[in-house]
């Protein structure tokens, strides 16, 4: 059974800075490719960053570019998100995600 088990979110001031975590399990991680998506309240899931399984490529959304760093630890099963120079915007819960699974996810809220 393929699990994601997401941790590290909480609430941040604008401009702070946070490191997401995910622990997978159940499947063969290093040979997947992994993303993070998030969902703001009231709206829908947004796609924010990707990593390729073998090359370990990156993606970024353009709203992220820049202040997000998407990487993977293969050895510990983990996937993480460190997200820097946090905005109001970017509050939401983020889940961290495979081509057909998705944790329960960790919520971002961004206040002052």
């Known amino acids: 059974e393929v699990q994601l088990v997401e941790s590290g979110g909480g609430l941040v001031q604008p401009g702070g800075s946070l490191r997401l975590s995910c622990a997978a399990s159940?499947?063969?991680?290093?040979?997947?490719?992994m993303q993070w998506v998030r969902q703001a309240p009231g709206k829908g899931l947004e796609w924010v960053s990707s990593?390729?399984?073998?090359?370990?490529?990156?993606y970024y959304a353009d709203s992220v570019k820049g202040r997000f760093t998407i990487s993977r630890d293969n050895t510990k099963n983990t996937l993480y998100l460190q997200l820097n120079s946090l905005k109001t915007e970017d509050t939401a819960v983020y889940y961290c995600?495979?081509?057909?699974?998705r944790g329960q996810g960790t919520q971002v809220p961004v206040s002052s």
């Open positions: 159940g499947f063969m991680f290093s040979r997947s490719s």
């Open positions: 990593i390729d399984n073998f090359s370990g490529r990156t």
């Open positions: 995600a495979t081509v057909s699974s």
